[in-house]
């Protein structure tokens, strides 16, 4: 399990925006995907955005057009950029890596999968 940690949750308004940050440890960071998982109270995790280790990204149909999941593999850094935000995207935010599992995996079992970090409260009001 790779460790890391998420950083960028706040408490915005519907229609703002929020940039999360993850590190992760380690000097291996040939990554098969590295994905952001969110999981809302009483619910399931799953997956919001996933990055391959050629840069193709997929996503959540509820957050597409919505959000841009990045990567700088020089600094080992994950970013998700969060425009339009909604009420229903309040969620813990927790960030995944991996040297093996692919993103199919973290885009429909994210909730098979344990984060490795704290994860990052995001809540938004309307």
């Known amino acids: 399990l790779v460790q890391v940690v998420e950083s960028g949750g706040d408490s915005v308004q519907a229609g703002g925006s929020l940039k999360l940050s993850c590190v992760a440890s380690g000097d291996n960071n040939d990554y098969s995907c590295m994905a952001w998982i969110r999981q809302a109270p009483g619910k399931r995790r799953e997956g919001v955005a996933q990055?391959?280790?050629?840069?193709?990204?997929t996503y959540a149909d509820s957050v597409k057009g919505r959000f841009t999941i990045s990567r700088d593999t020089a600094k080992n850094i994950l970013y998700l950029q969060m425009n339009s935000l909604r009420p229903e995207d309040t969620a813990m935010y927790y960030c995944?890596?991996?040297?093996?599992?692919?993103?199919?995996?973290?885009?429909?079992?994210?909730?098979?999968?344990?984060?490795g970090g704290p994860g990052t409260q995001v809540t938004v009001s309307s």
């Open positions: 990055i391959d280790a050629r840069g193709i990204t």
């Open positions: 995944a890596a991996d040297h093996f599992l692919s993103c199919a995996y973290f885009k429909v079992r994210a909730d098979e999968y344990l984060p």
